[in-house]
């Protein structure tokens, strides 16, 4: 595993339960903005159920519709058992998103 899939899991692992973060947000707090995709390919990777990816959505909210453990639907089962509201069936409301300035 290269330094970026470990700094990219590393920093996974601190979202809250009830909080969410876009790719771009972890590619961003990393110093690669423009490496959204290669944070959701590192996550659609992962094999362990003690990262919590389903805590990483897409720039507009959306969930993964390939989610690594079960697609969208587990992903959002998740989500919602953590408290996350929604906008619609694939959309989390904004204000479970955490700001650029919190992802740790």
């Not at 970026?4 to 961003?28: D, E, H, W």
């Amino acid at each position: 595993m290269g330094d970026f899939a470990k700094q990219v899991y590393f920093l996974v692992r601190k979202i809250p339960s009830g909080k969410v973060v876009t790719y771009g947000q972890i590619a961003k707090k990393l110093g690669r903005p423009k490496a959204a995709r290669a944070v959701g390919n590192i996550l659609h990777q992962n094999n362990s159920s003690q990262i919590p990816c389903h805590r990483v959505v897409n720039k507009e909210g959306k969930l993964a519709v390939n989610y690594r453990f079960g697609g969208w639907r587990c992903q959002r089962e998740k989500l919602v058992n953590e408290g996350i509201k929604f906008k619609d069936e694939k959309g989390v409301e904004f204000d479970s998103i955490l700001k650029t300035s919190e992802v740790e």
